[in-house]
């Protein structure tokens, strides 16, 4: 059975830079609080017209001029987000036309944070399948039309972005080892967007309720997602039959530092052994791990045969994590 390789990696990030110092002059907080309790400095903004299938297409763009593939080699598109253009279509046929993928099939994946890795494992059964040669598989966000900018405790987190990768089917060692999936649906109220949907469908009185905008309950969010980010850490290492000290890149979920050094402590890696960038883009939900991997590959920290681990959570509950061989 062919591997499916990670062969060129892409990001792309807003122009417009939103700092602590600009969130003060919003809403009743201050730039130490921000850093204190999440390590976020920063995060980028869509620009006014911009789409998630522009920056999408960007970081795809990105992605495969470094894996030397055309779009016409393209078969299959996967995007991750939970901020698509539209409800409908996907924002992955709108990334083909953009690119110019006519062959490609596209479909997107909505598993909020955990979105980009719920992607890559879709896209790497299909190669195992023996059904794709290339896939383009993109996470992307725009969170900023999401976030209530009156709630300090939630507009402080988020930002937008995309990552993308190309996955080629390969003979060999190296490639996507394993990728582990899972979901509970008892916490959803936990965090969420209630509007617009089946459920509340859009009218005048949704939007005074602020249906639209995303709900946390940050602390419950906090202990859960430490506690699962670890066991499907464990999960992607025992199967494979390694251990922690053998990651050489671990490369989590940006969600906020604190999540981020809880588990890389209960995980037992070393500074170096963890990715974190955080502090400049906040937390960019399904975009975050193939914006630093991207960020991570084109820095020279990822050297043929390392063990990268990726570990994800979000809404739904979700979460996941894939081991990679470089």
């Not at 944070?113 to 023996?130: E, P, R, T």
Request: glycine share 10%; net charge negative.
């Amino acid at each position: 059975m062919k591997k499916a390789r990670i062969v060129g990696t892409g990001c792309y990030a807003p122009e417009a830079v939103l700092t602590n110092r600009d969130i003060e002059k919003k809403v009743d907080t201050n730039d130490e609080w921000i850093v204190s309790r999440t390590g976020i400095r920063e995060r980028r903004i869509a620009a006014e017209g911009e789409c998630t299938s522009d920056l999408a297409a960007h970081a795809a763009r990105r992605a495969m001029e470094m894996a030397g593939v055309s779009a016409q080699e393209i078969d299959l598109i996967v995007v991750g987000t939970i901020t698509g253009d539209f409800p409908w279509p996907a924002t992955a046929c709108l990334v083909q036309e953009k690119i110019g993928a006519k062959r490609a099939f596209a479909f997107d994946v909505s598993a909020a944070c955990s979105g980009f890795v719920y992607a890559l494992d879709a896209a790497v059964k299909q190669i195992q399948c023996g059904g794709v040669k290339k896939a383009l598989v993109i996470g992307a966000e725009i969170l900023s039309r999401i976030v209530d900018w009156e709630d300090r405790n939630t507009c402080v987190l988020f930002g937008d972005g995309a990552g993308a990768v190309v996955l080629s089917a390969e003979e060999g060692e190296h490639g996507v080892l394993s990728t582990h999936l899972h979901s509970d649906g008892s916490y959803w109220e936990l965090l969420y967007q209630a509007g617009f949907g089946a459920r509340h469908p859009a009218s005048s009185q949704g939007l005074d309720q602020r249906l639209p905008f995303l709900k946390m309950q940050g602390n419950e969010v906090f202990k859960v997602a430490v506690r699962m980010l670890t066991e499907v850490a464990h999960e992607a290492l025992t199967h494979n039959g390694m251990e922690c000290k053998d990651i050489d890149l671990f490369i989590p979920h940006q969600a906020n530092r604190r999540i981020l050094e809880a588990v890389a402590k209960r995980l037992h890696l070393r500074d170096e052994q963890v990715y974190i960038n955080v502090d400049f883009y906040g937390n960019t939900s399904g975009a975050s791990i193939p914006i630093a991997l991207d960020e991570a590959n084109r820095a020279g920290r990822i050297k043929p045969g390392d063990i990268l681990l990726f570990d994800a959570f979000g809404g739904g509950f979700t979460w996941a994590s894939a081991l990679i061989r470089w």
